[in-house]
């Protein structure tokens, strides 16, 4: 019965990569300022908050790492910051009871392990202090 589900998120998996790679970078980016919409973190946070911490954590580093082998840019980056996105959905699962406040609490979820894996994304890529680019982003003009 696990081996049949994990297959049924295998085969998810690997149709959002190949959608990710192939038709939403090219069809569904915004060109000038190069921003695509990212629908396998989505399905990484979406494991995490329902199943819990490991299937979250093993989905996120695998679907990263695949990523990262496409992408061709530094292996494991992707990889590090989806495990540690699908660990904190699985931080959620317990915290939260079913009922209504579990759908809208979902946003909230999406939100913050987004904004924590391109975090760690960005300050590991760019080798620059969270200071230096929430200075840089307040200058602005």
Do not use: W
């Not at 000038?32 to 973190?41: E, G, L, R, S, W």
């Amino acid at each position: 019965m696990y081996f049949t589900s994990y297959l049924k998120y295998a085969g998810v998996f690997v149709l959002l990569i190949l959608l990710q790679v192939t038709f939403i970078g090219f069809f569904l980016s915004i060109p000038n300022y190069n921003i695509t919409p990212d629908i396998v973190i989505l399905f990484v946070i979406y494991l995490g908050y329902t199943r819990g911490h490991i299937p979250g954590m093993i989905s996120g580093f695998l679907s990263g790492i695949v990523l990262d082998f496409l992408s061709g840019s530094f292996i494991g980056l992707t990889a590090l910051s989806y495990c540690i996105s699908g660990f904190t959905a699985g931080y959620f699962n317990r915290q939260l009871s079913e009922g209504s406040n579990r759908k809208n609490s979902f946003l909230i979820v999406i939100f913050i392990c987004t904004l924590i894996a391109y975090t760690i994304f960005y300050i590991i890529y760019f080798q620059e202090p969270v200071l230096v680019i929430l200075i840089y982003l307040l200058n602005i003009h």
